[in-house]
């Protein structure tokens, strides 16, 4: 059986134009900062303009982008893309699987429903320490991936697989 593959759009493509939504959880503020510079300046660097709303926590993004994203459609300014940035860290109770699942579920659930390009950045990590290392922009700078996915499937929906 033969198939053929597709490429995705080049990851460098700019995405001129691309109106996207940052929904930031400031539980952690100092982490949610560095999510945030990776996020902002992958972003910008494509050409995307960016729009911020700040959220306390992880669990209440996907609620506030689906609040946004409704509010953008009825003034005819669309956003193509979300996204999250937030930190989750272990704790003793089973609150961080709640935290951690349902947010998840959440976005998954948003961009499924949308055909919405999102990019999840957020954290979910058993230490601090870990947390660092993930999100410093000269380490594992998770802002600045999760806002290269969104983008990459910015330009694959642009594309239209073609």
Same mark, same amino acid.
């Given at each position: %059986?033969?198939?053929?593959? +597709? ?11 691309? =109106? *996207? ?7 952690? @503020? ?5 999510? #945030?510079?990776?996020? =902002? ?6 050409? /995307? ?18 609040? /946004?994203?409704?509010?953008? &459609?009825?003034?005819? @300014? ?13 704790? $003793? ?5 709640? *935290? ?7 976005? %998954?659930? #948003?961009? !499924?429903?949308?055909? #919405?390009? #999102? ?8 230490? $601090? ?7 410093? *922009?000269? &380490? ?6 999760? /806002? $290269? /996915?969104? !983008?990459?499937? *910015?330009?694959? +929906?642009?594309?239209? !697989? +073609?």
């Amino acid at each position: %059986m033969v198939s053929t593959r +597709k490429e995705g759009a080049s990851a460098g493509e700019p995405v001129t134009g691309a =109106r *996207v939504l940052i929904v930031e959880g400031r539980y952690y @503020e100092a982490l949610a900062d560095e999510l #945030l510079a990776g996020a =902002r300046a992958a972003l910008e660097a494509a050409g /995307a303009t960016v729009d911020v709303i700040t959220v306390p926590g992880a669990l209440e993004i996907p609620i506030a982008a689906e609040i /946004a994203l409704e509010a953008a &459609e009825e003034e005819d @300014e669309p956003y193509e893309a979300v996204v999250a940035l937030g930190c989750v860290i272990r704790g $003793e109770t089973y609150h961080f699987e709640i *935290v951690a699942g349902e947010s998840s579920r959440g976005l %998954m659930d #948003l961009a !499924l429903a949308h055909a #919405l390009p #999102l990019g999840n950045g957020i954290l979910t990590v058993e230490t $601090e320490a870990q947390a660092w290392e993930r999100a410093r *922009v000269g &380490e594992g700078n998770k802002g600045g991936g999760a /806002a $290269e /996915a969104a !983008l990459s499937l *910015v330009r694959l +929906k642009r594309r239209g !697989l +073609k």
